[in-house]
């Protein structure tokens, strides 16, 4: 499992006044991912197992606040998970040694 922060959304006409309203739609938004409507920050709510699901893909919308209209075409990215706990396979004992017969089938 990995706990993480993601990137916020930035338009480039948002003076910080809150005129926009950022969206996210798709795989886990507004359940597993949520972002902060004011200034796009996204946020994992859980910790996510790469086992259980190794990347999500999310769209994400900037809206003019008051007129609704949309500032930009939606923007789709895809979240990979990377888990911690994953490692070589050790063998605890050995060396090993095995042989395989020539011409063996395979």
Do not use: C, W
């Not at 993601?6 to 996210?24: A, C, F, M, R, V």
């Amino acid at each position: 499992m990995l706990p993480f922060a993601l990137p916020s959304i930035s338009h480039d006409s948002d003076e910080g006044e809150g005129n926009i309203k950022y969206t996210i739609t798709g795989e886990g938004a507004g359940t597993i991912f949520i972002i902060d409507e004011l200034t796009g920050d996204i946020h994992a709510t859980e910790r996510l197992d790469r086992e259980e699901k190794a990347s999500y893909t999310l769209r994400a919308r900037a809206r003019d606040r008051l007129s609704n209209d949309l500032l930009e075409s939606e923007s789709e990215f895809v979240i990979k998970v990377q888990d911690i706990n994953d490692s070589e396979p050790k063998f605890l004992e050995g060396p090993y040694i095995g042989s395989v017969a020539e011409l063996s089938p395979i």
